[in-house]
């Protein structure tokens, strides 16, 4: 028995080649950061590892998107969703930050 066609899954959506090379790039680039992250010989190689951890922790988020039959348009709005979390949650921490330095500044 087939498993029933969600309403985001069309006939003119990956292939299974396809939604396993995005799957494998995502994983690789994952990898890549890791070992940019955990050498011991360039600060810069660190910078761009540690850019890397977090644009790969979001990419993973993709993987259970990654299917024979998914539009590739709905794998792009799922990233732009996470995205704008990623922009939101940025936001309120920034703010946070600076309402706790104006907090300290105004408790002396």
Known sequence: MSEPVRAHEQAGGMSAATARTIEYA????CLAALAMIFQ????TLYGVGAGLVVLGAL???????CRPGVPVRWLLKVALIILII???????????TYLYAWYLEASR
């Open 40 to 43: 011991p010989f360039s600060l």
């Open 59 to 65: 990419a993973f988020n993709l993987i259970p998107h």
């Open 86 to 96: 990623l922009v939101v949650a940025l936001a309120l921490a920034i703010v946070t």
């Open 26 to 29: 995502i994983i690789a680039l």
